[in-house]
Each structure stands twice: as C-alpha cells, then as structure tokens.
C-alpha cells in the first residue's frame, strides 16, 4: 500500500521485455550503464540480487575518483517481477544512517501490451525524510537513470 505522506513513487511504460529490464537491475556490467544520472559514473562493487545479497555501488564525477554511493541489501528478489532493497541495512548486515535519506525501494515489473509496466515505490520511516528526498530532487534523479534504463533497454543494449 502507497502512503502519500511516506513514500514517493515513479511509474512507467519500458518498450522492453520484462526480462531485459531485470537483466539491466541485475547483472553488474549492464546496472553500472545506468544506475547514476549522466556524467556520473557507476562502479559496481557488489550486485547480489537475492534476499540477503549486497548491493554497493560507487560513484564517480571525473571517472577516476570514486566515492561510495549505495551500500544495500536486498530483502526481495523475484526473477522478472519485483525486487526490494534498502539502504537502512547495509550489506554487512548492521543497521545504517545512510545519506542523504533511509529508504526501502519496490520495483515491480509488469506486463504491458507496449512492453513492460515499471513502477518504484521509495518508503520513507518519517514525512520528514520523505519530503527531504523529495526536495533533493527524487523526480530528477529517479527520472533520469529511468529514461537511461529505458534507453539502454529498448534499444537492445541490455541483451
């Protein structure tokens, strides 16, 4: 259930199979093409998709710099349907006070007779941390490494 005081959602149409999107959310040389909005540069450090695995990106600005980024475990995993993960757990498993905000993000995959229904769902504990995310550009941020997603995806790259 969405929560409008707590959660900050995203939807849309991929014109791409499920299992395309999936494999770009999974496999690490296709998630590090997209995850950070352009020009920054993802690399992925560890890419566990199943519950309980690690995911720990780093982030780079000039491409030889990097700075953590994500440091995640995932809780859910169902192969082309939906994955959870948070960042108030990290991947060693010891509760975390991630920056800028802790979250519990749902992607869902769906079918869609123009290819794929993606929705996120971002939980936030508080309205505070919610709205935070919110005013530090969630839409922009989100929205952007989605329509990088959605290229990389449509056009045949996350093969």
Known sequence: MIDPELDLTLHRIIRAPRQRIWDAWTRPEQFAKWWTPSPTVT??????????????????????????????????????????FTNAIDSSWRPAVPAPVPM??????????????????VRHGNPSDR??????????????????????????AGK
């Not at 982030?59 to 809780?75: C, I, K, Q, T, Y």
């Open 43 to 84: 690399r992925v450090e560890r890419l566990e998709p199943r519950p309980g695995g690690a995911l720990v990106t780093q982030m780079s600005d000039d491409g030889e710099a990097f700075v953590p980024h994500m440091d995640a475990v995932f809780l859910v995993a169902e192969p082309s349907e939906r994955l959870v």
């Open 131 to 156: 709205n935070r995310h919110n005013n530090l550009g969630f839409y922009d941020g989100w929205g952007s490494v989605t329509t990088a997603l959605a290229e990389l995806v449509e056009n045949g």
């Open 104 to 121: 519990t993000a749902e992607i869902t995959l769906t079918e869609h007779a123009d290819g794929t229904e993606y929705n996120v769902v």
